[in-house]
Each structure stands twice: as C-alpha cells, then as structure tokens.
C-alpha cells in the first residue's frame, strides 16, 4: 500500500514542538519561547495567542504565570481576621513564597460589603496582566459566577463553592474537629461542648466532625444544648458566652471543644474568673495553632491547621489549572493535627461544675 510522502505528518499531540505553535501562530519560535517562559518582550495579544495555541497543542509549559501576576481577592472577613490572629497572615505569607518561587507577582487586593466590589473585580479581572485568581474566605455566589465566567484560572482559598464553578483548597475541617473530639472521649469526657460563632460553611464542617464523633461513639446524641454559639470570633464574646452558661449552671459538660484558638482564649478566662480549674475541672481545646496558644496558662491544646500550606498549595493548584486552561475543577482538603499540651486532662466528676461554680469576680 502506497503513502502520500508529500503531505507532511501531523505532530503527536504530546511531541508538539515550538516550531508547530510558531507555525500556527505566524510568529517566530524566539518569539513562542520568550512567550512560554514569561519574559518581556512580547506583545499581550500576541502572548494570548501563543499560550491558548500551547494548550490546544498540549505543549508542556513551564508554567502560564510566569512574569505574569496573581489577584488575591480577600473577604472581610480574612482582612478582619488578619488584624486579630495570624492565620491569614500565614496564608499570604505561603502565598507569597510560592509565588516568588515563580516568578509571579501577588496582588493583594481587599473586597468590601458593597455593591461596588463587583465593578472593581470586573476591573480586575479584565486585566490582561492578571494571569490567576485567587480568592481568601470568600462564600459570595456572585463573585464566584464573575470569576468563573471570565475564563482565568481561579482558586478558592479557606472556603468551597458548592456549585463547582471553582476549585478550592481549604483544611479538612470536618475531620479536624473530630480528631480534636476523639481525643477528648480518650481522655474520658462524656460531655463535650462545641463552642462556635454561626455562619460560613467550614465553620458548619467543624461542627459536623464534633457531631460525627459523638454519634460514633454512642456517648450522647449532639444537641443543642451543647452547642454554645457566641457573637463573633474575640476572646471576649465566647467569654461572655460561656459565663452566662456557667452562671446559670446550665453548663453541664467536662470538656470545651472551641472552633478556633481565640474562642478557646474566652473560655480559659471564663472558667479562670469563677475559679473553674482547667484542665483539673474542665478540659479546653481549641483549632487553630495560632503563635499565641503556646503561651497561655495553661498552654493550650489545639488542632494544627496548616496555613502556610495553603496558601502554597493553592498557587501550585492555580498554576496546574492555568496550564491545563481550566479544564480540571477540583476540591482540595488538607490534613490537620494534633497538638497536645496542658489544657486537656482525664475527665472528672461530670458535676463538678455544678459544686464549683461561683459568680465571675467582678473588675477592680
């Protein structure tokens, strides 16, 4: 059987060379590897065209935001957080240093309540420069319909788009607060209360690991009796919080299980101004691992939820979507640990606080 030697073979979809992608886009092959590798020197448009003829082409980038730079949309609520505690702090910093890694450029840009924050991220998202999106504790439907639709890789950070619109990277929360609750049935604790403020969707995971754990065990069905919701995430509401339960002798449990290390710092002072011993009388454990946990008295026993990673997992996720232009959508979890130290014990009589509790001392 003849072959027709005067048609040219097509190249192999995994073999395609920089010649093919400068032959398809009329460029020259300098011009397709200054593009690829991110360096000056090539138009915008033209750049465009070369990488989207590099993805057609399956060609094995380096990676599509190099010179380029990444967006980091953060919520209120992580710029709020980022004044409080480190956590957010850490993140950016993993950010940051895998982004150097990179050669991208980060920039930080803060949304605010307001109508106005679309217009500004529209702007933002129309800019050629921005190669990938990142966004940090956002639960907004609308920014995530803006963000998917303009076609740039993105990725939710600290958070989960229940649509699958983008991909996300967050803790496990879910098996973070059950891990933390195993340990505390180990320790003997019968009766454990879950100390949270209400709202966004990894906090209701935490609260799903702490009813996990209970229902396995077959201790006690979760109620919400044992459910003590405060005001906001400050050391000073869950203290209030816990005081008016303690007060009312309406707190009959031997352990408290905090959704983050600041709430588990309200509760130490709670138990601390009615004489309530910790962890002799009750146990505190809190999730987090923030810097702080170290030093209180009682150090705190706490889950480690790893932040820095997350930051730098989600740009290797961006930079994996962006190469693959978009086309695997994923949700990412990272395990959390353990971390004991002196505000956990063996559980004791469950009525102890019943017998202990006294009025908090009043401020002199």
């Given at each position: 059987m003849s072959t027709n030697s005067?048609?040219?073979?097509?190249?192999?979809?995994?073999?395609?060379r920089l010649s093919?992608?400068?032959?398809?886009?009329?460029v020259s092959i300098s011009t397709v590897s200054r593009a690829l590798a991110g360096h000056k020197g090539v138009r915008e448009d033209v750049r465009e065209r070369i990488i989207d003829a590099a993805k057609a082409a399956r060609y094995p980038m380096p990676t599509s935001l190099s010179g380029g730079r990444i967006a980091v949309?953060?919520?209120?609520?992580a710029m709020t957080d980022y004044s409080r505690s480190q956590f957010t702090w850490h993140v950016l910093e993993g950010l940051k240093s895998a982004a150097a890694a990179h050669d991208t450029e980060i920039s930080l840009i803060p949304l605010q309540d307001t109508d106005d924050q679309y217009s500004a991220l529209d702007d933002v998202l129309a800019d050629k420069g921005v190669r990938g999106v990142l966004l940090l504790t956002v639960d907004d439907p609308l920014i995530f319909e803006?963000?998917?639709?303009?076609?740039?890789?993105?990725?939710?950070?600290?958070?989960?788009?229940p649509s699958m619109r983008?991909?996300?990277?967050?803790?496990?929360?879910?098996?973070?607060?059950?891990?933390?609750?195993?340990?505390?049935?180990?320790?003997?604790?019968r009766?454990?209360?879950?100390?949270?403020?209400?709202?966004r969707v990894t906090i209701q995971r935490r609260l799903e690991g702490w009813a996990d754990a209970l229902q396995e065990h077959g201790i006690v069905a979760p109620s919400q009796d044992l459910v003590i919701k405060v005001d906001d995430w400050t050391p000073e509401c869950a203290e209030r919080a816990i005081g008016?339960?303690?007060?009312?002798?309406?707190?009959?449990?031997?352990?408290?299980?905090?959704?983050?290390?600041s709430l588990a710092l309200g509760a130490l002072s709670a138990l601390s101004s009615r004489n309530i011993l910790c962890?002799?009388?009750?146990?505190?454990?809190?999730?987090?691992?923030?810097?702080?946990?170290?030093?209180?008295?009682?150090r705190l026993t706490t889950i480690h939820i790893p932040a820095r990673e997350l930051g730098e997992t989600a740009v290797e996720m961006l930079i994996e979507l962006a190469m693959q232009g978009q086309r695997l959508i994923r949700r990412t979890e990272l395990a959390c640990r353990l971390i004991m130290r002196d505000s956990t014990a063996e559980a004791p009589d469950r009525d102890i606080l019943r017998r202990k509790a006294k009025p908090a001392r009043a401020a002199v």
């Open positions: 005067s048609k040219s073979p097509r190249p192999s979809l995994g073999r395609s093919d992608i400068a032959r398809a886009c009329d949309f953060a919520s209120p609520a803006r963000v998917s639709a303009s076609g740039k890789a993105a990725v939710l950070i600290n958070g989960d788009d983008i991909s996300s990277i967050s803790p496990c929360n879910r098996s973070a607060s059950r891990l933390a609750c195993d340990y505390l049935v180990r320790l003997g604790h009766r454990i209360a879950f100390v949270m403020k209400p709202g008016e339960r303690l007060d009312g002798k309406t707190l009959n449990a031997t352990a408290l299980l905090c959704a983050a290390d962890p002799q009388d009750v146990s505190v454990l809190g999730i987090d691992d923030l810097p702080i946990s170290d030093l209180l008295k009682p």
